[in-house]
Antibody, heavy 120, light 107 residues
Framework: EVQLVESGGVLVQSGGSLKVSCAAS????????MHWVRQTPGKGLVWVSR????????SYADSVKGRFTISRDNAKNTLYLQMSGLSSDDTALYYC?????????????WGQGTLVTVST | DVQMTQSPSSVSASVGDRVTITCRAS??????LAWYQQKPGKAPNLLIY???SLQRGVPSRFSGSASGTDFTLTITSLQPDDFATYYC?????????FGGGTKVEIK
């Protein structure tokens, strides 16, 4: 059974940093592109970042570019998102998601999410 | 970025009803459109990909169609388990973008 389990979400002060993780199991993690997607009541679902199979290619939404870094450890079957320069706009539930197909950026499995709250 | 306009934002329906949700893309995305179902406190669940392909394990009462930049999710004979929020997402153009969601409520 495919499982994605996020962790690390906490309350952090504005301007602070945080690293969240996503532990994958039940599939060959190294064969899938992976993504982070965040959700808020106000802005809905917003794609944040993606990473290729070996971590050599990454992409980011303009809103997080230069502040967030996605990475992966295929030996540990774990995806990461390092966040810095956090603001209240980054308050959200952060999901990791598996890319269904390399040619299309849709997502066939999602974790349960980890909540990041940025206090002003 | 491609803007996805989803309508209606909410719909009230009864068990057994046919429900149709529409998503319009701001530019051509071919058939790169996915539909997700989300229940409160849960992650989105992929229903349809490539505009009309049913994800494994999803009931056949769910179907998707495309016409140009307009996409439709249809639920035939709504079941109690189907009351949820539905999102479209374009997957052809980078970055991927989502519609605003449609809440299907019990009438």
């Amino acid at each position: 059974e495919v499982q994605l389990v996020e962790s690390g979400g906490v309350l952090v002060q504005s301007g602070g940093s945080l690293k969240v993780s996503c532990a994958a199991s039940g599939f060959n993690f190294s064969r899938y592109w992976m993504h982070w997607v965040r959700q808020t009541p106000g802005k809905g679902l917003v794609w944040v970042s993606r990473i290729n199979l070996d971590g050599g290619t990454t992409s980011y939404a303009d809103s997080v570019k230069g502040r967030f870094t996605i990475s992966r450890d295929n030996a540990k079957n774990t995806l990461y998102l390092q966040m810095s320069g956090l603001s209240s706009d980054d308050t959200a539930l952060y999901y990791c998601a598996r890319s269904r197909d390399y040619n299309y950026n849709d997502f066939d499995y999602w974790g349960q999410g980890t909540l990041v709250t940025v206090s002003t | 970025d491609v803007q996805m306009t989803q309508s209606p934002s909410s719909v009230s329906a009864s068990v057994g009803d046919r429900v149709t949700i529409t998503c319009r893309a701001s530019q051509v995305i071919a058939r790169g459109l996915a539909w997700y179902q989300q229940k409160p406190g849960k992650a989105p669940n992929l229903l349809i990909y490539a505009a009309s392909s049913l994800q494994r394990g999803v009931p056949s009462r769910f179907s998707g169609s495309a016409s140009g930049t307009d996409f439709t999710l249809t639920i035939t004979s709504l079941q109690p388990d189907d009351f949820a929020t539905y999102y479209c997402q374009q997957a052809s153009s980078f970055p991927p973008t989502f519609g605003g969601g449609t809440k299907v409520e019990i009438k």
